[in-house]
């Protein structure tokens, strides 16, 4: 969800109202849910949105006005980047931990049938990413990183200059293996999952679940441990970097980006799924 609003859709307030039945089609595509288990999901889910509309969305807003005002002041040093990535991921940990009981529910519900049929899917989403993010030599998938990269960072700061593309290109050929060690993190991870999943009948299963949540970059192994402990404090470099070397056009476009998300923040009313039918 964080990442949802965070990434900046073309309605925030119309992606945030219906993002439940999205997450509801998702995890459909990889299990076949029963009409029970999709009833108790979609319930769950709501619960899950009500209490962050109301308990988080307020601080995106903080965040984002702190952001504005940086922005406007011209406070835009590597220290004052990196506090606000932190701000970032110091968003998910609440939402995942809040998230917990409902993915045990689900996943201790599942048949061995809807588990065989979880781990074929996952196989080949997995393939399909490799296909997709994976070139055929490293020059092609540096490449395509900084193209996804460029595309990223543009949501936020409007079309590069010359200089920042430039950057961009420099700071994707640096980060070396990462898009395939990425890759062999999710197939880590997935293997975790399905191996809890055998025993999903055992009293010990809602804990095996919590430590894959809270510990997923340890099960995603030493490699992706180790890309994340550099590619952090990289990606608030890059960022200290283009502002940098930003015009004030990139500046208008921050501010004008912070300040929707944080009027869609501002104005999203956390309702009940009946008003919202009486509503519509």
């Known amino acids: ?23 509801v089609w998702w ?11 999709e009833s108790r999901l979609e319930q769950d889910i709501r619960d899950l949105r ?9 601080r995106y807003s ?32 609440p939402l995942m931990d809040r998230a917990k009981p409902a993915a045990t529910r689900l996943l201790a519900d599942l048949s061995d049938q809807q588990v065989r049929q979880l781990r074929e899917n996952m196989k080949e989403s997995q393939q399909e990413l490799e296909e997709e993010f994976l070139a055929d030599n490293p020059e092609k998938t540096q490449a395509a990183r900084a193209e996804r990269t460029t595309e990223r960072v543009e949501r936020w700061l409007g079309p590069l200059n010359d200089r920042q593309r430039e950057t961009v290109s420099a700071w994707s050929d640096a980060r070396g293996q ?10 880590n991870w997935q293997h975790a999952l399905l191996e809890a999943l055998e025993e999903r009948d055992e009293d010990g299963f809602a804990d095996r679940v919590s430590y894959l949540i809270d510990n997923n970059e340890a099960v995603r192994g030493e490699r992706y441990q180790q890309m994340m402990s550099e590619s952090r404090p990289a990606m608030a470099e890059l960022m200290t ?22 009027g869609d923040f501002d104005t999203l009313a956390c309702v009940s799924e009946d008003t919202e039918s009486r509503n519509s």
């Not at 949802?4 to 439940?20: M, N």
């Not at 209490?51 to 969305?57: A, D, I, K, P, R």
């Not at 702190?66 to 220290?79: I, P």
């Not at 990462?178 to 197939?187: A, C, M």
């Open 1 to 23: 969800m964080s990442l949802l609003v965070l990434a900046g859709c073309s309605s925030t307030k119309l992606a945030y109202r219906y993002a439940d039945w999205g997450i």
């Open 241 to 262: 970097e283009l502002l940098q070397q930003a015009d004030q056009r990139h500046i208008d476009h921050l501010v004008g980006r912070a300040e929707e998300l944080a």
């Open 62 to 93: 903080d965040w984002l006005a702190r952001l504005k005002q940086d922005v406007r002041a011209g406070a835009l040093d590597e220290s004052t980047v990196g506090w606000h990535q932190e701000q970032l991921f110091s968003f998910f940990p």
């Open 178 to 187: 990462q898009t395939e060690i990425w890759l062999e993190g999710r197939r």
């Open 27 to 37: 995890v459909d595509d990889y299990i076949p849910m029963t009409s029970e288990q």
């Open 50 to 58: 009500q209490w962050h509309c109301s308990t988080e969305l307020p």
